[in-house]
């Protein structure tokens, strides 16, 4: 399928459209409720957990409430910090490190979000508690997997 330009601008504007805050998704809350997951609601309405990964490291992770679409998808953005930069721009090192690293990945991928990379896994909006667990687990060690390589801290 080719996209005119206009159309593929509209198109992208579509897949990245998301509100400034919303209400928490009551459907999430009850998956991490069901799952003993500990969450504060940050003021985008977004799930804010901390995942401990052992006794000295934790790693903090958003569930985004709102979801994206496009015709035939719909998905939920799970998000942790990994590295952050000093500058705008990503030492060349880091980012071919992150591309790397990507590309290893079976979920997720890293994104450049102002001077922090984020781990972010998308699954289906509609996933089950299981599957939204798996992917926060998911998502918090593939963060900090960097954050420990990159910087050697616990949580930036």
């Known amino acids: 399928m080719i996209l005119r330009p206009a159309l593929l601008v509209l198109a992208l504007l579509a897949l990245s459209f998301t509100a400034a805050a919303a209400e928490p998704d009551p459907v999430v809350k009850a998956q991490l409720e069901s799952k003993g997951t500990p969450f504060e609601i940050d003021d985008d309405g977004d799930f804010q957990i901390?995942?401990?990964?052992?006794?000295?490291?934790?790693?903090l992770v958003w569930v985004r409430t709102?979801?994206?679409?496009t015709t035939h998808h719909k998905v939920r953005e799970i998000w942790s910090p990994g590295y952050q930069s000093a500058t705008d721009n990503f030492p060349?090192?880091?980012?071919?490190d992150l591309l790397a690293r990507s590309q290893e990945m079976i979920l997720g991928a890293w994104v450049k979000q102002d001077r922090v990379a984020m781990f972010v896994t998308?699954?289906?909006a509609d996933a089950d508690a299981d599957t939204l667990d798996e992917a926060i687990d998911l998502t918090a060690l593939a963060a900090d997997e960097v954050e420990k390589d990159l910087?050697?801290?616990d949580d930036l």
């Open 50 to 59: 901390v995942v401990r990964l052992d006794d000295d490291r934790t790693q």
């Open 66 to 69: 709102v979801t994206s679409e």
């Open 92 to 96: 060349a090192s880091v980012a071919n």
């Open 122 to 124: 998308k699954i289906d």
């Open 151 to 153: 910087t050697g801290k």
